[in-house]
């Protein structure tokens, strides 16, 4: 009885966020504040608009993904448009910036992060079962602010790092470390102005970039999310290469 009533003392004197959470119960609290496992496994195809900026230039950026694992990125600049793919299995992109206007495989290394993104639910939905490891690190701050670390090791031994907001139980920022070849790709994205599409809480303010240059992120507008549009495989896969223009006739 004494134990009881000191725990409930302690739990008025003390906020919650004060004790120490797991990194189960911080996963169960991030999906909740999402809009709940049953409205995000509701989602079947996600379409994102939006303008990206860097330094001097702009462009339009969209990037259409369905469920279980298919993603397409588009990036528009001066009448052009870079596409990156991933059909579920094989990755394709066209490159018309690098004057490669026909459609090409991707290799391993620009492969590799793509696939990841194109996780449609996230690494933290049924993590047991991607056999993704989840570890609570304790608490940290962003921007001066206080925030719990969480820490996910992907299954092919990449890392992602999320920074929970203590009082919305969002990701406020995400570390990634990619590795390949013994190398490794960092990047960070700062995430914001969070606003429900069909019943999930989605960020429409993203930052980009990498930890050690903060000062060269780009940024990211959501201008819109349309979600549960019919969107055929086809759009995920590669199309074949244009056909060579034959020779002349005189």
Do not use: C
Not at 199 to 227: C, D, H, R
């Amino acid at each position: 009885m004494f134990i009881m009533k000191l725990s409930v003392a302690l739990a008025i004197v003390f906020p919650a966020a004060l004790f120490p959470q797991t990194a189960e119960e911080l996963v169960a609290k991030n999906l909740a504040a999402r809009g709940g496992i049953e409205k995000i496994k509701a989602l079947k195809t996600l379409r994102m608009t939006g303008r990206f900026a860097q330094g001097g230039f702009t462009a339009q950026v969209v990037t259409i993904a369905k469920a279980p694992n298919l993603l397409r990125q588009e990036f528009t600049l001066q009448g052009m448009t870079q596409i990156n793919a991933v059909d579920g299995s094989a990755g394709w992109k066209i490159s018309p910036f690098e004057g490669r206007k026909d459609p090409e495989r991707m290799g391993e290394d620009e492969l590799r992060p793509l696939q990841e993104d194109a996780d449609f639910y996230g690494p933290l939905v049924d993590y047991n079962t991607k056999d993704n490891k989840i570890e609570y690190l304790g608490h940290d701050t962003v921007d001066g602010d206080d925030v719990y670390r969480l820490k996910v090791t992907l299954a092919n031994g990449d890392i992602i790092y999320y920074y929970l907001d203590p009082d919305t139980y969002l990701e406020i920022r995400t570390e990634k470390l990619v590795f390949i070849r013994g190398s490794i790709q960092e990047s960070m994205t700062n995430l914001g102005s969070y606003k429900l599409v069909n019943g999930v809480y989605f960020p429409f303010s993203l930052e980009v970039g990498s930890k050690q240059n903060p000062g060269e992120m780009a940024s990211i507008q959501v201008e819109k999310y349309e979600a549960n549009l019919p969107i055929d495989n086809s759009l995920f896969q590669m199309p074949a290469a244009r056909p060579a223009a034959g020779p002349k006739e005189f």
